[in-house]
């Protein structure tokens, strides 16, 4: 059963066409993720196929009743943004909708509450389009991806992970036809100049003809006629060579290779010792005394709720409060959300090359990693989006003299590829990294132990991502046998006494343990 249809849509910004899109159609239970860079139109998509905006051509024909759930700003002061969030989400969801159109519903949840929200998307019964740059979010709730790019939308059947693979399999592919269409070129490119090589020649007596012979037959005419036919032969094959369908070459990012200060002193170490730290916010309590080390080249992501005090942490170690212990070797560049650091009357080169002991190439290196290539490095900040800014913010920090990462949500208004390109760089940067971040799967990349707040305590796992949720999953589940093993107990303690002396009150105690028991067996 078709829900809507999209036909012939093209939109403008200015002069740019932003959306050319021949034809799309969603079906009953579709669960479909729309990907693509910053400013590709993708808002702007999910607003015309909700009916509040209406594209320059085409139409869109909906038959049941859809919801959108724009980019929540937040306006209500005394809740948190999470909070406003959820109210948001759980206001939109309680409609009877066909069809749902969310704009980054994650925004502000933390993981709690992301998949909370998995949760809810699971057991909805209609359709929906959501936008989104977390790709745990994505693979969890998603059977199909659209990419859109350049305007125009490609359907890749399967969750984030399967489309990914996808593109994987097509860049190789592309490598494959690239390196067929070079060596193709060559051998044309070769014969053509063969070709002319021998034509300019022609015009020589050769030297198998005789002066007497050359009088006779006549050399001239027959020396033109070659050349002539030497010259069809290579316009020819310069003609092959221009009908020579192009394929582009794939963009292979240089590795990188930093001259980080002290680097190597500190490997393995410890350099940042956290002893007898306690959090307050006036009287109210975040974490008791807590005490954990932070060893050189160690990448610590700083998990927990929103509001449990990560920030507070980082701030803490930033300023060496009282119990926080720094080794003189460690150098920190410390990432927020507040880009004061960027003077946005210079370029973007600028900015990034100001604190910097890195070569050029290498700073242009970073740059090209995060997607700013050739003479986009020249552009002044002030023109810049707001993901474009904190990319130049994260790789000024990241090329300075230092030594220690510290970052906070570096992933916020960051596209799906400006994360994956972060990544990159994270994962060969040799110093030590601490990092709050909710992105599941960003953490999963980067991280080789977790800080994580459980109120009111904050517990250092030694680990990936991926062993710290298995070791969550055993520890819940020796829990949950912990207390089947007291409910059979308690039990049989009351079947014991009812068999002696019944009474309505055990009874109800009896029903109520059966049915807990259930619950855990569920």
């Not at 030594?403 to 906070?408: E, K, M, S």
Request: glycine share 6%.
């Amino acid at each position: 059963m078709i829900l809507l249809e999209a036909d012939h849509i093209k939109h403008y910004v200015k002069s740019r066409l932003l959306l050319n899109i021949e034809q799309l159609k969603i079906y009953k239970n579709d669960r479909i993720g729309l990907v693509g860079p910053n400013g590709s139109g993708k808002t702007t998509l999910l607003h015309i196929l909700a009916g509040k905006v209406s594209p320059e051509k085409g139409r869109v024909t909906c038959h049941v009743m859809c919801e959108l759930l724009p980019q929540l700003k937040r306006t209500d002061t005394t809740k948190s943004g999470g909070e406003v969030t959820q109210a948001y989400i759980t206001k939109a969801l309680v409609k009877d909708s066909g069809l749902l159109f969310a704009d980054e519903p994650t925004t502000n949840l933390d993981t709690k509450h992301m998949e909370w929200l998995e949760e809810i998307l699971h057991e909805w019964k209609g359709s929906f389009v959501i936008v989104s740059h977390d790709r745990a979010f994505l693979d969890a709730i998603c059977t199909t991806i659209w990419e859109i790019d350049e305007g125009i939308i490609k359907e890749y059947k399967g969750n984030y992970s399967f489309y990914v693979n996808q593109k994987e399999l097509e860049q190789q592919h592309q490598k494959v036809e690239y390196e067929k269409y070079e060596k193709k070129k060559k051998q044309l490119e070769d014969a053509m100049q063969l070709k002319e090589k021998k034509a300019n020649r022609a015009t020589k007596t050769p030297k198998t003809v005789s002066k007497s012979e050359a009088k006779i037959i006549g050399a001239k005419p027959y020396f033109a006629k070659k050349q002539k036919k030497l010259q069809k032969t290579a316009k020819a094959l310069e003609t092959r060579l221009e009908k020579l369908e192009k394929v582009e070459k794939i963009k292979e990012m240089p590795p990188l290779k930093m001259d980080l200060p002290h680097v190597d002193v500190n490997q393995d170490k410890m350099v940042i010792r956290v002893e007898g730290v306690e959090g307050k916010i006036g009287e109210r309590i975040l974490w008791e005394k807590t005490q954990f080390y932070i060893r050189g080249g160690e990448k610590l992501a700083i998990i927990g709720p929103n509001g449990s005090g990560k920030t507070t942490l980082v701030k803490k170690i930033i300023n060496q409060d009282d119990g926080i212990t720094i080794s003189p070797t460690v150098k920190v560049g410390y990432f927020s959300q507040n880009l004061n650091i960027l003077d946005v009357n210079k370029s973007i080169l600028e900015n990034v090359s100001f604190s910097s002991k890195q070569s050029e190439t290498l700073i242009r290196t970073v740059l090209a990693r995060l997607h700013f290539f050739r003479d986009d490095v020249h552009k002044k900040v002030d023109v810049l989006s707001g993901g474009e800014r904190v990319k130049v913010a994260l790789a000024k920090i990241f090329v300075s003299d230092i030594n220690t990462l510290i970052l906070d949500e570096p992933t916020s208004f960051l596209d799906i590829e400006a994360v994956r390109a972060l990544e990159g760089l994270l994962k060969e940067y040799d110093g030590t990294i601490l990092f709050v971040s909710h992105d599941r799967r960003f953490i999963e990349t980067i991280a080789t132990s977790i800080l994580e707040f459980v109120h009111p305590e904050i517990n250092l796992f030694e680990g990936t991502y991926k062993q710290f949720k298995e070791s969550k999953q055993i520890n819940k589940q020796d829990s949950m046998e912990e207390k089947r093993l007291v409910i059979e107990t308690k039990i049989a303690e009351i079947l014991s006494r009812l068999s002696i002396e019944p009474c309505e009150q055990l009874e109800r105690e009896f029903q109520r343990l059966l049915i807990e028991k259930r619950k855990l067996n569920d």
